[in-house]
């Protein structure tokens, strides 16, 4: 039997959009406070230096500027942690990354507090630079930077739920190794000389953007009281309290953040960057300091998302049965530690059985600004180098490469390279479904023309979804109407889908219902937007809200009209009795009831609070089709697909957008986006000019096809994380695709036109 | 970005005195995309700009078969590429007028800002090359002319002197059995700056068998565009054949001194020189036949 929805499962067009796209929404730029003042940084041109002077005087001294800080001048009483980039706030005599914040002014106005920049005096000394991930690895490299100690993986936990008991340290790293770990099962090795078929290859992928269009931001006023009010653009109202009350040494209570709207990103704002300043220079001064960045800082000194370099072995039997990987996995993290080498690495080995298995992963670090998230972090990286090798094996092997894939693909039990074994996922589905997509039909569509080739790519990804206890208030008003509470930043179009299951819950109209995020002093708690995690985590807080909500209300009316709850049923903004719906109590009713001078019945609040559910690994396959030039290497990209297992689609159109956004970004990552640093580890192309970022004319309409494969307690409905599997396999799918139409393979992402010539040797040297 | 005057001249005669009077501290407006940008992004400072677009000489864009185009330097590459007459006799102009920027960009950007702000990828000084434009200068002295391919002496400099300002650019009229295309290669499909262009015109033979003469322009590949004589020597009395194309398209690789930069390597630009100027040259001479060939 099918159940039949009315509100959830149904195309419902986001509550807030309107107001987005017509410039109606108000972001943190936009806020102008009383008294309100303009903080802007000084940025290191170096990428490893000492600072051996820094004179602020004549900043200082610059009409309207209200105050010049460095790392001398902050309160020295704060907590310090070397080994965590937020309470870096200023260098400290040592520049660890190109961009750097090396002093801070302060002024009335923002033009001001930049003039003021260039009146402050800094002598460095330059140091070796260490920037390539292979030199990182070395044992006499020069290091990286002086404080190690504390290496914070907060991060990395609110992506996955990996364990940080898997790693493994050795004692005699190289001095730029922060983390190294190694999981194996089997014998690989005997594998491997048993097998018919060895497939070994090496990846890189280079330092991505996250190409948010909203610049980090931040304002925070600091009270008389020493309270703390915070505007930022940020993913998680409540971590960016966390964060700031630890750096400011001040109790959360201290702290209260309230909602904005973000303009994008994509994992770059768990970490409050954008807040930290502001606030330590808002405690000195006590007024509202304002602090964003340009264009230009923010890809400069933002957190953007790490290369890594990956070698690959995988063993087939000449049926197709993959019987070893081996792989080697480092991801350079920048600056400082916590890269998602551990997800990553995982990702890499998660696809496929391997009965035998081993996976080397290496966490460096270099002088560079330091990594942050990027919508399934480090799983793009990974699937390129799993996914290029798997069609290369099927191109040795003579195989079908989706029947490959279909072969060899995990199931409910198979394990992780990690050693946890899979729940009830649906990858095969999803491969199964890719045959019927117009995109796999339409394959062979259009012939090569025009001395260009066409040919078409696919690989499969997947993103295991990270989890977090949450929490949702339903309240019903006097005039009938519902209000949610939530503290969970909606970045992806969550409030619209708590607004559906709200509705159904309660059999009232959306247009009834309205959902907030309360800022942290009121809202209920939620973890940092992230992990893929928001609807299915705090959706069930809500569903449950909702359901304690109607309980309630089913008490007062089966009091009332002298019934059982059981005989009772909620429909269209009323509450009958099943049967005789005439027997029946409107919800405005109830309202004044509830909220009536006198009146003996309670307020109608529900509560919802769920622990972290179920995981929910959610997995894609990913199709593209190009036509390349192979002149010039000018790749046109025809047609892409998306198919994915969303357990249980909340709201198909925002699910829809969320993967064709992904899908986008991740031929971005395929075939353009890439920030290019010179040899001194200066970054060379800090615009959206030179950093590109492909515009709606590079990008074909994007086919997206659902699969869903419910996991009971997942998420509301058997829900999945949708945000990040469509991420993780674009890139590669545009690489077997170029691959397919010129049968020459790159190596290194992106695969620009110029990776591309060079692969088909017409480039010299 | 301090504070500055801003002026609109109604005639080129009040424009050089404006201009004359601050020397290195005025700047002339036209489009403004790429003066604003510059002087937002702080790469110099301004006390006077001198807005162009009121002045009539600066404005014009006309076509007569025997004087050819005049085309003021303050048009906007809408009106080009808007323009029939401009499309039948000078597609390779049109070419170029589509591609600077995208649809809001060119309803401001002018041909003669694309010129004056003399980077070695601006858009329409290959084609203005390849179609022989001189440039028409105004200034505190005489009026002159210098040929495009002249104009630019290094990255953002001009043969502009103090007070000088260009008026207008004049292409002759298109030969007989001529033709000419501008193609530029960018790793984006707009909204990007040219790694390399080529600009290319042709004359053919009366029984369009052989080349007469042809002229070729690199973009991007040296510190102004670049004027590749080589490669129209190369041509000159040969058959039309894919093997004289590739002799020019040889001599523009040898002709080309890139840089290394973000955008590219010295060994792609050497290389998409050899490849663009075979493929405009293809272009050029389809369209001295009378085919029709689209740009970018
Ligand atoms: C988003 C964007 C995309 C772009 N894309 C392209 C592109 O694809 N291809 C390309 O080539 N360019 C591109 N540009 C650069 C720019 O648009 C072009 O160079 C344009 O043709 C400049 O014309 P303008 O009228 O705006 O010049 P302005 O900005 O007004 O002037 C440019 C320079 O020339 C000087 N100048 C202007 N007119 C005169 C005159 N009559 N006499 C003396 N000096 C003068 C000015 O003082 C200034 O130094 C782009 C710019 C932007 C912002």
């Not at chain 1, 995982?346 to 696809?351: F, K, V």
């Not at chain 1, 409030?495 to 009121?522: C, M, W, Y």
């Not at chain 1, 928001?534 to 008490?555: H, I, N």
């Not at chain 1, 010129?742 to 190596?747: D, L, M």
């Amino acid at each position: 039997m099918t159940t039949t929805y009315r509100s959830v499962h149904q195309r419902q067009p986001r509550l807030e959009g309107a107001a987005k796209v017509t410039g109606g929404t108000v972001y943190t730029a936009d806020l102008r406070l009383h008294r309100m003042v303009h903080a802007k940084a000084l940025r290191a041109p170096y990428a490893h230096a000492l600072i051996k002077r820094l004179d602020v005087s004549k900043a200082r001294a610059y009409p309207g500027v209200v105050g010049v800080f460095t790392a001398a001048d902050l309160p020295q009483h704060l907590p310090r942690d070397g080994a965590n980039r937020l309470h870096t706030v200023l260098a400290d005599k040592e520049v660890m990354y190109y961009g750097q914040p090396v002093a801070a002014v302060v002024a009335d106005e923002a033009s001001v507090a930049e003039e003021a920049l260039d009146l402050i005096e800094v002598e460095y000394q330059e140091l070796p630079a260490v920037l390539d991930i292979l030199d990182a690895l070395k044992q006499d490299a020069p290091p990286v930077r002086h404080s190690m100690a504390g290496i914070d993986r907060s991060e990395l936990a609110a992506h996955t739920t990996l364990a940080a008991a898997d790693e493994q340290t050795t004692e005699k790293t190289p001095p730029n190794v922060t983390h190294r770990m190694v999981w194996s099962r089997g014998d690989v090795e005997r594998a491997f000389k048993e097998a018919d078929v060895v497939v070994e290859r090496s990846f890189r992928a280079s330092w991505t953007h996250q190409g948010y269009i909203e610049p980090m931001s931040g304002i925070v006023d600091c009270d008389r009281n020493g309270d703390y009010t915070v505007w930022t653009s940020t993913q998680g109202d409540f971590t960016t309290r966390e964060g700031l009350a630890k750096v400011l040494g001040v109790p959360e209570t201290k702290v209260r953040v309230n909602f904005v709207e973000m303009g994008g990103g994509f994992g770059a704002k768990i970490q409050p960057f954008g807040a930290v300043l502001p606030a330590i220079i808002a405690r000195i001064l006590r007024r509202p300091v304002k602090y964003i960045f340009s264009r230009s800082e923010d890809l400069r000194s933002a957190d953007p998302s790490s290369q890594a370099y990956i070698e690959t072995k995988l063993a087939a039997k000449k049926d197709g049965a993959f019987t070893a990987f081996k792989a080697r996995a480092v991801y350079d993290s920048g600056s400082f530690p916590g890269s998602p080498l551990m997800a990553g690495a995982n990702l890499l080995g998660a696809y496929y059985k391997f009965p035998n298995l081993e996976i080397e992963g290496l966490e460096v670090i270099t002088n560079r600004v330091s990594q942050g998230a990027l919508r399934a972090p480090g799983t793009p990286q990974a699937t390129f180098a799993i996914e290029s090798t798997v069609d290369i094996m099927a191109k040795e092997l003579g195989m079908d490469p989706l029947e490959l894939r279909i072969k060899n693909a995990v199931t409910q039990g198979d394990l992780m390279p990690n050693g946890r074994a899979f729940s009830k996922i649906g990858l095969v589905e999803v491969l199964q479904r890719f045959k019927e997509t117009s995109f796999w039909k339409n394959r062979n569509g259009k012939p090569s023309a025009n001395g260009k080739k066409v040919g078409v790519g696919f690989a499969v990804g997947g993103w295991l979804g990270g989890g977090s206890p949450s929490s949702a208030s339903v309240e019903l008003n006097a005039d009938g109407t519902v209000s949610v509470m939530v503290g969970a930043n909606d970045v992806t179009g969550t409030n619209t889908s708590f607004a559906q299951i709200v509705s159904e819950a309660l059999g009232l109209p959306i247009e009834r219902i309205n959902v907030k995020t309360g800022d942290t002093s009121l809202a209920p708690y939620a973890g940092v937007s992230a992990g893929s995690k928001t609807l299915r985590t705090v959706g069930l807080s809500v569903q449950r809200a909702a359901q304690d909500a109607l309980d309630q209300m089913f008490k007062i009316v089966s009091e009332r009209l002298e019934c059982s709850s059981e005989d009772l049923e909620s429909v269209d903004g009323q509450i009958r009795v099943k049967g005789s719906p005439e027997k029946a109590i409107t919800f405005e009713l109830l309202g004044t009831m509830s909220t009536g001078f006198g009146s003996p019945t309670p307020v109608i609040l529900g509560r919802g609070n769920v622990g972290t559910p179920a995981a929910a690994p959610g997995f894609t396959i990913q199709g593209a089709k190009v036509e390349v030039d192979p002149e010039t290497g000018e790749v046109n990209i025809l047609d892409a697909v998306c198919v994915q297992d969303v357990g249980f689609a909340i709201n198909p159109l925002s699910v829809e957008g969320q993967i064709q956004g992904g899908v986008a970004q991740s031929l971005g990552l395929g075939f353009s986006e890439e920030m290019v640093w010179d040899d001194k580890g200066v970054l060379r192309n800090p615009t959206l000019l030179d950093y590109r970022i492909p515009t709606a004319l590079d990008l074909p309409r994007i086919e997206t096809a659902l699969v869903e494969v419910p996991v009971e307690g997942a998420g509301p409905y058997g829900a999945k994380g949708v945000g990040e599997p469509p991420i993780a396999a674009g890139a590669a799918a545009l690489v077997n695709a170029v691959s397919d139409a010129v049968g020459a393979r790159v190596y290194t992402l992106p695969a620009t036109s110029e990776r591309i010539l060079a692969a088909l040797g017409k480039l010299p040297g | 970005m301090n504070d500055f005057e801003y002026r609109a001249p109604a005639s080129v005669s009040e424009a050089v005195a404006l201009l004359v009077e601050k020397g290195e501290r005025a700047r002339v407006l036209a489009g403004g995309t790429d003066l604003i940008v510059q002087l937002r992004g702080g790469r110099f400072t301004l006390d006077r700009m001198v807005d162009v677009k009121g002045v009539p000489e600066l404005n014009q864009l006309r076509y007569d078969a025997a004087e050819g185009l005049v085309v003021g330097a303050a048009v906007p590459c809408y009106r080009i590429y808007e323009d029939e007459l401009v499309a039948a006799h000078y597609p390779a102009l049109v070419d170029a007028a589509r591609i600077i920027g995208g649809i809001q960009i060119q309803g401001r950007a002018s041909l003669g800002g694309n010129l004056c702000n003399a980077s070695p990828s601006g858009d329409s000084i290959g084609a203005l090359i390849a179609l022989e434009a001189t440039a028409v200068i105004a200034g505190p002295g005489e009026t002159r002319s210098v040929p495009v391919e002249q104009f630019c002496t290094a990255p953002g400099r001009s043969v502009l002197g103090p007070g000088e300002l260009l008026v207008a650019l004049r292409l002759p009229p298109p030969k007989p059995r001529s033709g000419a295309h501008y193609l530029r290669f960018i790793p984006r499909y707009e909204m990007d700056i040219a790694i390399v262009s080529a600009g290319v015109a042709a004359v053919l033979s009366p029984d369009m068998s052989s080349f007469v003469s042809a002229r070729v322009a690199l973009g991007a590949v040296a510190p102004t565009p670049l004027f590749v004589t080589e490669a129209g020597a190369a041509l000159a009395g040969k058959p039309i054949s894919e093997e004289s194309i590739a002799l020019a398209a040889e001599a523009a690789r040898q002709a080309a001194r890139p840089i290394n930069d973000m955008r590219g390597t010295v060994e792609q630009r050497r290389h998409l020189a050899a490849v663009l100027t075979t493929r405009a040259l293809r272009g050029a001479v389809a369209r001295a036949k009378g085919e029709q060939v689209n740009g970018h």
